[in-house]
């Protein structure tokens, strides 16, 4: 497969200060090639865990109410007891961050487990403490060069779920439908992949939430069957905010083939233009000028 940091929606620039950070795993730190949990712990064991990424600019961890509002929501939907409050576990980020010296470019993964068995099977009662805390903080701006060029997406076979499968609202560890439709678009050529819903309509991508530009309008899905995305919610907001029209709704393959302009929304990437879908240029096959008016929008509001 090739370069992950090149093409990815989740790419970004190498670091080399990112060698030397260490990780905090339930409230002590490790360096990076020691950092591990057992393979008892329900998180390694069936992925039964919820997770937020959260990005450090200028000191301050951006839109962290909404990132914890999202993650103790997901926690509860599962009975899973984080074993502190939100305001104790932003506490134990800027710990991390603090230890690591870091104030200004960083990106956290803050991942939550339901914690250690005492034997590797599905039941939760068989839990023998807490949950795994684990925080990993590296250096990590976005690849400037994947936003010139912009992805290239293929539509896959693998279908987005509805919420009486699997809640997408709920950040789970569990990510194996993704990471199948995001394996066929690679051996396909593309970056990424774009994931419709059980009737047809387009749903996100594989990693990121999806959006075409018609006209100067935004359009994007019901929010059904996508990501519960703060950085989608936040593009939504500030188009609105600036006069701009936002249409959440049911549309289709077709309609994003006669699309002007598209683009992705992720907490790391923030915007980042798409190029081609299914081998068809997206409106003149560049970045458009739509898509950069709102990544001029969501610059502004990160860099406060």
Known sequence: MTNPTMQSAQSYAPDPRNDGVEVYVNGAFFPRDRAQVSVFDAGFVLGDGVWEGLRLVKGRLLSVDAHMARLYEGANAIQLDIGMPPEA?????????????????????????????????????????????????????????????????????????TPDVFDLRLNSHSRLNFIQALIQAINMGADEALMLDD????????????????????????????????????????????????????????????????????????????????????????????????????????NG
């Open 199 to 302: 009737r047809g309509f387009v749903a996100s991508c594989n990693s990121t939430n999806f959006f075409i530009v018609r006209g100067d309008a935004l359009w994007t899905s019901t929010g059904a069957t996508c990501f519960n995305g703060i950085t989608r919610a936040t593009v939504i907001r500030l188009w609105r905010e600036a006069g701009g029209e936002v249409l959440e709704k049911d549309y289709t393959l077709a309609e994003v083939y006669g699309a002007d302009e598209a683009f992705v929304t992720g907490t790391l990437g923030g915007l980042t233009p798409v190029t081609m879908i299914d081998g068809r240029k997206v409106g003149t096959g560049r970045p458009g000028p739509v898509t950069a008016r709102a990544a001029e929008l969501y610059a502004a509001y990160v």
């Open 89 to 161: 576990l932003v506490g134990e980020i800027w710990k991390t961050l603090r230890h690591n010296g870091m104030e200004d470019g960083a990106h956290i993964r803050l991942m939550i487990s339901r914690g250690l068995k005492t034997t590797p099977n599905q039941d939760p009662r068989f839990i023998t403490g807490g949950a795994t805390v684990v925080i990993v903080a590296e250096y990590k701006q976005p690849n400037a060069a994947l936003k010139e060029r912009g992805l290239r997406l293929m539509t896959s076979t693998i279908r987005c779920s």
